[in-house]
C-alpha cells in the first residue's frame, strides 16, 4: 500500500469554498478556522482540492504552511510567501503605476525587488492590499496549521497583522475581498486564537475539519481486495468502522492493512483485530509518557485533557479536583508542576490565553481513559 492514495472530495471543497462570501448569516468573513487531528489527510485536501476549486472560482489563493519548515519563524513563513505573491503579481503591480500609497517598513515589515515594478517595502496589509487591486480577485489566504503563529512574537505579529488586512480590505468599499482560512491539527491550540478578547480573531469560531468518508474507504477496499484472496476480502462497511474506529488517519489504516495481506487468514475479523491492536499499542505508548510523572502532574494533564482550552489551574474547584480527598494544592505548587510538564514539552501555552496540552493524541488517550 502507498501514502499517495488520493480520493478527490469536490462535496466537501465546495461546502468550504461556499462559506467564503460577505453574507454575515452563512458568511465567515471573520475567518474560517477548521481543526482536525494529525494525518487525517488535511494538508492534502488544502493543496489538491480547495485551493484548485477556489482558483477556479475565480480568487486569489495564497496557502503557507507553517509547519514546512520549523527551523524558520512562523512570521518570516508569511512574510516570504506574501513576498513571492509580489513577485508573482510583478506585472499586475506595474500597471497599477504605483497609485498605491505605501507606508515604510513598520512592525512586521519587509521588502521586495521585483523586476518590473521595482522596489517595494510595507507591511502585511499593505501587501495584501496591493495583491487584491492588482490581482482585481478575492484573495484566500491559507495559513495551515496557523497554531503554530502562537510559537514566536513574530508569529503572533503576522496574526494581528492578519486581522487588520482583513479588516482593512474588506472595509474599504472595494469590490475585492480578502478570506482568511486558518486550519491546525491541535484543536485547543488553533481555539487560542479566537479564545479571549487578547486573541487576534477573537469572536470567530472553530469548525471540524472535513474528514475523509465512505468514498474514500470505499475506493481503498477495492484496491486491498486486489491483493487478498477470494474468501479473504474485507468489506466495505467493515472498511469504515475500522477507518473510524483509527481516527480516520490514512496513514495508520495503511499500516493496518499492509499487516492484513501478510495474514494467513485475512478478511474483516482480522482487520478488526490488527487495528484494535494498533490502537493499543498507539494509547500505551502515548500513556508511558507519563508514568514517572508525579502524582499532582499527572492529574494536571488528566484534568486538562478533559476541560481542554476552558482549563483554570488555580481556582479553588481546580486545585480541590487535582488534590482528590487530600488537602487541596497549592497555587505555587500547581504553578511549580505546570512550569516542569512545560519543560518536559507536555503543556504548551502561547502569550495569552489558557494551558494546553501539547500533544492532542495524547489528550485523546486521556480522555478515553476518563470514559473507560
Given at each position: 500500500?502507498?501514502?499517495?492514495?488520493?480520493?478527490?472530495?469536490?462535496?466537501?471543497?465546495?461546502?468550504?469554498?461556499?462559506?467564503?462570501?460577505?453574507?454575515p448569516?452563512?458568511?465567515?468573513s471573520?475567518?474560517?478556522?477548521?481543526a482536525?487531528?494529525?494525518?487525517?489527510?488535511?494538508?492534502?485536501?488544502?493543496?489538491?482540492?480547495?485551493?484548485p476549486?477556489?482558483?477556479?472560482?475565480?480568487?486569489?489563493?495564497?496557502?503557507?504552511?507553517?509547519w514546512?519548515?520549523?527551523?524558520?519563524?512562523?512570521?518570516?513563513l508569511?512574510?516570504?510567501?506574501?513576498?513571492?505573491?509580489?513577485?508573482?503579481?510583478?506585472?499586475?503591480?506595474?500597471?497599477?503605476?504605483?497609485?498605491?500609497?505605501?507606508?515604510?517598513?513598520g512592525?512586521?515589515?519587509?521588502?521586495v525587488?521585483?523586476k518590473?515594478?521595482?522596489?517595494?517595502?510595507?507591511?502585511?496589509?499593505?501587501?495584501?492590499?496591493?495583491?487584491?487591486?492588482?490581482?482585481?480577485?478575492?484573495?484566500?489566504?491559507?495559513?495551515?496549521?496557523?497554531?503554530?503563529?502562537?510559537?514566536?512574537?513574530?508569529?503572533?505579529?503576522?496574526?494581528?497583522?492578519?486581522?487588520?488586512?482583513?479588516?482593512?480590505?474588506?472595509?474599504?468599499?472595494?469590490?475585492?475581498?480578502?478570506?482568511?482560512?486558518?486550519?491546525?491539527?491541535?484543536?485547543?491550540?488553533?481555539?487560542?486564537?479566537?479564545?479571549?478578547?487578547?486573541?487576534?480573531?477573537?469572536?470567530?469560531?472553530?469548525?471540524?475539519?472535513?474528514?475523509?468518508?465512505?468514498?474514500?474507504?470505499?475506493?481503498?477496499?477495492?484496491?486491498?481486495n486486489?491483493?487478498?484472496?477470494?474468501?479473504?476480502?474485507?468489506?466495505?462497511?467493515?472498511?469504515?468502522?475500522?477507518?473510524e474506529?483509527?481516527?480516520?488517519?490514512?496513514?495508520?489504516?495503511?499500516?493496518?492493512?499492509?499487516?492484513?495481506?501478510?495474514?494467513?487468514?485475512?478478511?474483516?475479523?482480522?482487520?478488526?483485530?490488527?487495528?484494535?491492536?494498533?490502537?493499543?499499542?498507539?494509547?500505551?505508548?502515548?500513556?508511558?509518557?507519563?508514568?514517572?510523572?508525579?502524582?499532582?502532574?499527572?492529574?494536571?494533564?488528566?484534568k486538562?485533557?478533559?476541560?481542554?482550552?476552558?482549563f483554570?489551574?488555580?481556582?479553588?474547584?481546580?486545585?480541590?479536583?487535582l488534590?482528590?480527598?487530600?488537602?487541596?494544592?497549592?497555587?505555587?505548587?500547581?504553578?511549580?508542576?505546570?512550569?516542569?510538564?512545560?519543560?518536559?514539552?507536555?503543556?504548551?501555552?502561547p502569550?495569552?490565553?489558557?494551558?494546553?496540552?501539547?500533544?492532542?493524541?495524547?489528550?485523546?488517550?486521556?480522555?478515553?481513559?476518563?470514559?473507560?
Amino acid at each position: 500500500m502507498t501514502q499517495d492514495h488520493h480520493i478527490a472530495r469536490p462535496d466537501e471543497a465546495a461546502q468550504i469554498a461556499s462559506l467564503l462570501n460577505p453574507d454575515p448569516l452563512v458568511g465567515e468573513s471573520a475567518g474560517l478556522f477548521l481543526a482536525a487531528p494529525r494525518r487525517t489527510g488535511k494538508s492534502t485536501f488544502l493543496r489538491r482540492d480547495l485551493a484548485p476549486l477556489l482558483e477556479r472560482q475565480g480568487k486569489y489563493v495564497i496557502y503557507v504552511d507553517l509547519w514546512a519548515d520549523r527551523s524558520s519563524d512562523p512570521g518570516a513563513l508569511i512574510t516570504a510567501r506574501l513576498a513571492r505573491a509580489l513577485e508573482d503579481c510583478d506585472n499586475l503591480i506595474a500597471k497599477l503605476r504605483r497609485k498605491i500609497p505605501f507606508s515604510s517598513i513598520g512592525a512586521l515589515g519587509f521588502s521586495v525587488n521585483l523586476k518590473t515594478a521595482g522596489a517595494w517595502e510595507g507591511t502585511i496589509p499593505d501587501a495584501l492590499m496591493l495583491l487584491c487591486e492588482a490581482t482585481g480577485k478575492d484573495i484566500v489566504l491559507i495559513i495551515d496549521e496557523a497554531q503554530q503563529s502562537l510559537s514566536s512574537e513574530a508569529g503572533r505579529n503576522a496574526m494581528y497583522a492578519l486581522k487588520a488586512a482583513r479588516d482593512a480590505v474588506n472595509q474599504s468599499g472595494g469590490e475585492t475581498r480578502l478570506y482568511l482560512i486558518m486550519t491546525g491539527s491541535h484543536r485547543d491550540k488553533l481555539a487560542a486564537l479566537i479564545h479571549n478578547q487578547q486573541a487576534p480573531f477573537f469572536g470567530a469560531r472553530v469548525r471540524d475539519f472535513p474528514r475523509l468518508g465512505q468514498r474514500y474507504t470505499g475506493a481503498l477496499t477495492e484496491r486491498i481486495n486486489t491483493r487478498l484472496a477470494e474468501d479473504a476480502q474485507v468489506t466495505p462497511e467493515t472498511m469504515d468502522r475500522v477507518f473510524e474506529d483509527l481516527g480516520r488517519r490514512p496513514e495508520i489504516l495503511n499500516d493496518c492493512l499492509r499487516d492484513l495481506i501478510l495474514e494467513t487468514a485475512p478478511g474483516d475479523e482480522a482487520l478488526r483485530v490488527i487495528a484494535e491492536r494498533k490502537k493499543v499499542q498507539m494509547r500505551e505508548a502515548l500513556l508511558a509518557e507519563i508514568g514517572t510523572l508525579t502524582d499532582l502532574q499527572q492529574a494536571i494533564l488528566r484534568k486538562m485533557a478533559v476541560d481542554r482550552i476552558n482549563f483554570t489551574p488555580f481556582t479553588d474547584d481546580t486545585r480541590q479536583a487535582l488534590a482528590g480527598n487530600r488537602k487541596p494544592y497549592s497555587k505555587g505548587g500547581i504553578q511549580k508542576a505546570l512550569d516542569v510538564l512545560r519543560d518536559k514539552g507536555l503543556v504548551w501555552r502561547p502569550s495569552f490565553g489558557t494551558y494546553v496540552l501539547e500533544n492532542a493524541d495524547l489528550a485523546q488517550a486521556l480522555r478515553e481513559e476518563a470514559r473507560a
